[in-house]
């Protein structure tokens, strides 16, 4: 069975194809047969003026367009797209939804930060997790952050914050949410003890990458400091070369450590792990399991 799922992010739209072997039906494999991210960057439309521009509506319909093909090639026989923070807050999103239904055939369906949290707790990370820690799960992205704290394996508590990296370098953030951000951390985690985290998201995976960390080893608290610092003193030119960083990750990746940290010290995090799974994966697994009535 070949899905996929579109994520039509703040900074981004990605398209993920799988297949999915499930000869075993209570441990299906999901193959990654194609990833493809374009930055379409609605959020600096919307966080700034509240609606999303006549140009990066035809940039919407055409990436769509290219994923339809893309789709077709693949043989993908279902798929499901959705729309986070941007489409959620973009005064004209009903239009541009229906032009996309009406040019492409894709019907995209905006979802709230709530269900946001609830697919990205579909990846089954919890399966991955041992019994003697508790897990907070960080997604960021550009327009919002979701929180999912796991523990025994199961989820405590999923929450979504209107803070994310574009919304961050657009200065589009009240202070009455960061302090709300903050005070809900601090008192949501203050009894869990031997608490770790994982982090989600293109940044989180870029410095992991840097880090030359090896696959499943955490990074602890102080390398996301140190980058933090030493990216801070640097344009964001010199991060495209020195890091060799496309210009829509190097501006982003700034406010993206500010939250990873920020975080971790309100929950006395010393080590995070980067599993290097998002929303597109939770979106696949949740198509799946409403295909086959898992």
Not at 76 to 88: D, G, I, L, Q
Not at 166 to 190: A, G, H, N, P, Y
Not at 256 to 262: G, K, M, P, R, T
């Amino acid at each position: 069975m070949k899905i996929a799922a579109i994520d039509i992010g703040s900074n981004a739209a990605r398209l993920l194809i799988c297949e999915v072997l499930d000869n075993d039906k209570a441990n299906p494999q999901f193959i990654k047969l194609n990833l493809v991210r374009v930055p379409l960057r609605l959020g600096f439309d919307v966080f700034e003026y509240g609606f999303i521009s006549a140009k990066k509506e035809e940039d919407i319909v055409n990436t769509l367009r290219s994923y339809k093909y893309l789709m077709q090639v693949h043989e993908v026989e279902n798929y499901v797209a959705c729309a986070t923070s941007a489409m959620r807050d973009a005064s004209n999103s009903e239009e541009i939804i229906g032009r996309v239904k009406t040019l492409t055939g894709i019907n995209i369906k905006v979802i709230s930060g709530k269900e946001e949290a609830d697919t990205i707790f579909q990846n089954h990370i919890e399966t991955f997790l041992d019994k003697e820690h508790s897990y907070l799960y960080i997604d960021v992205g550009g327009g919002s952050t979701e929180l999912t704290l796991f523990d025994n394996g199961k989820s405590v508590f999923e929450e979504s914050f209107n803070i994310g990296t574009i919304r961050m370098l657009k200065q589009k953030v009240s202070d009455k949410e960061w302090q709300r951000f903050k005070e809900f951390v601090k008192s949501e985690t203050k009894n869990f003890k031997n608490l770790q985290g994982i982090g989600s998201g293109g940044n989180i995976n870029k410095i992991f990458g840097l880090s030359k960390r090896k696959d499943g080893k955490p990074l602890p608290s102080s390398v996301l400091k140190d980058y933090f610092e030493e990216l801070g003193k640097m344009s964001v030119e010199e991060r495209m070369i020195k890091y060799n960083l496309r210009e829509d990750r190097a501006d982003v990746i700034m406010p993206a450590l500010q939250i990873y940290n920020s975080v971790m010290r309100w929950a006395n995090i010393s080590e995070i792990y980067v599993p290097k799974f998002g929303l597109a994966d939770g979106l696949v697994r949740s198509l799946y399991r409403q295909l086959t009535f898992v």
